[in-house]
């Protein structure tokens, strides 16, 4: 089994900054893709930031300039540097991981629990 813990999420004034940061566990052989899901009440998952493991980096254009995505393959862990932040991004913040492990064949999807990013105004 795989687990992917987060951790960062928090309150924070408009302008401000905040990092989050998360870890994967398990039977894990090869990492293949990172990133990271947010969802505000009432709305759809979307995509905030998504690593490759070549280092491609992919943004919504909403965060664009003011978030960065990297990872640390020594820790099995991704970050989300999250700056000049904006109440419009207040939301449930989940961590996901395409990778395949040593107990089930081929790729899959895996999630973190979720944590909550307030911004206030």
């Known amino acids: 089994q795989v687990q992917l813990v987060e951790s960062g999420g928090g309150l924070v004034q408009a302008g401000g900054s905040l990092t989050l940061s998360c870890t994967a566990s398990?039977?894990?052989?090869?990492?293949?893709?990172m990133g990271w899901y947010r969802q505000a009440p009432g709305k759809q998952l979307e995509l905030v930031a998504s690593i490759t493991n070549g280092g491609s980096t992919n943004y919504a254009d909403s965060v664009k300039g003011r978030f960065t995505i990297t990872s640390d393959n020594a820790k099995n862990t991704v970050y989300l540097q999250m700056n000049s932040l904006k109440p419009e991004d207040t939301a449930v913040y989940y961590c996901?991981?395409?990778?395949?492990?040593?107990?089930?064949?081929?790729?899959?999807?895996?999630w973190g629990q979720g944590t909550q990013v307030t911004v206030s105004s």
């Open positions: 398990g039977n894990i052989s090869s990492f293949y893709s």
């Open positions: 996901n991981a395409h990778l395949s492990t040593w107990v089930l064949a081929g790729a899959r999807d895996y």
